[in-house]
């Protein structure tokens, strides 16, 4: 009898635990974009069309006639993960965010389409429709967002100079991406040599789930956040990497894995702010390091205890270095 009595209070506090557990993660894993982090609403919500007919997701903020920024998210992202900024800057700012092809509300591009030059077309496009003619833009490019900066400098040169007044490139490289990442610990030359399997990876449409679990809230954190992120921070990037389509997950990989646009930097010379994390393990430091000596025109910005994500672990040193571009390149007629 005493024994049975032992058993049944055994299991009550193990289902009491378990109880408590289940609550812990479902607070931790709850959407914080319902709370203090919910999107802003637009003042415009529209379609763009790329020059190969994709369309592509736009949405602008605070007043029109206002100095313009832009805002271009990075892989597996979409505008949501510059809600911080969005609700910082379009309080006296023009404010232009964009989905990249395939994320967010864009379009999802064919086989064949998940390329730098495309990237490159859709800010073109999304330039051409939001700024002005006889006006220019601060762009802002996170990660791929600034790849498609760097690749419409490229292939776009004259509409740079006509709508770029200055830009931003943050937690960014334009080569060597596989070999540079610190995902691997390891030496370099280990690196080099799992490069064809992180490759692979990187181009894999793995299934991941749609919402964020216990087992993938530390896989995003350590890829993508610094080891001290708090948890409503990586709760917030899961729900969003997650969203985006697992074919434009692998798609764009693929790309990345193979990714060159050292020819296109010379040609991104207007000023530019580069920024780094000190725990960004996807492109590192030195990466941001390589790209300001190598631009025409660039200030580096170090942010410690920081990883990828700065947008959205460093807020308030992201929107004072874009007010920073816009007071001193941009007025209302420039």
């Known amino acids: 009898m005493r024994a049975k009595r032992t058993a049944i209070l055994i299991g009550a506090a193990a289902a009491a635990g378990a109880a408590f557990y289940l609550r812990r993660q479902s607070s931790a894993l709850a959407d914080p974009r319902l709370g203090a982090m919910a999107p802003v609403e637009p003042r415009v919500d ?9 369309g592509i997701h736009v949405t602008e903020y605070g007043p ?38 395939g994320h967010g509300g864009s379009q999802v591009p064919g086989k064949g389409q998940f390329t ?78 799992t490069a ?18 216990a087992a993938t809230m530390p896989l995003i954190r350590y890829i993508a956040l610094a080891p001290r992120a708090p948890k409503d921070q990586v709760a917030f990037c899961a729900y969003i990497i997650l969203e985006t389509p697992r074919t434009v997950r692998g798609g764009f990989g693929a790309t ?9 930097v010379p040609h991104l010379d207007v000023p530019a702010t580069v920024v780094t994390g000190e725990f960004d393990l996807l492109t590192p430091p ?10 025409p025109q660039a200030r580096l910005v170090e942010i410690d205890g920081v990883g990828h ?26």
């Open 46 to 54: 529209r379609t763009v069309r790329s020059a190969d007919g994709t």
């Open 64 to 101: 029109a006639d206002a100095p313009t920024v832009v805002l271009a998210h990075g892989w597996t992202c979409a505008i949501g993960f510059y809600t911080n900024q969005i609700r910082a800057l379009s309080r006296d700012l023009h404010v232009v965010a964009y989905n990249l092809r």
């Open 116 to 193: 730098t030059d495309a990237l490159a077309d859709d800010l073109a496009a999304v330039l051409n429709a939001t700024v002005p003619d006889g006006r220019r833009a601060v762009v802002v490019g996170h990660s791929m967002g600034a790849m498609s900066l760097v690749a419409l400098a490229g292939k776009h040169r004259a509409l740079l100079h006509r709508k770029v007044a200055a830009a931003m490139l943050a937690n960014t490289g334009v080569t060597d991406l596989v070999t540079s990442s610190l995902l691997l610990p390891g030496p370099d030359g280990l690196r080099r040599f």
């Open 196 to 213: 064809p399997i992180s490759r692979a990876l990187l181009g894999a449409s793995l299934p991941l789930g749609t919402r964020p679990t």
């Open 256 to 264: 990345l894995g193979n990714l060159d646009l050292r020819t296109a």
């Open 286 to 295: 030195k990466l941001g390091r390589r790209l300001a000596e190598d631009l």
């Open 309 to 334: 994500m700065s947008p959205v672990e460093a807020p308030e040193i992201l929107e004072r270095e874009i007010r920073s571009l816009v007071d001193t390149y941009l007025t209302t007629t420039a």
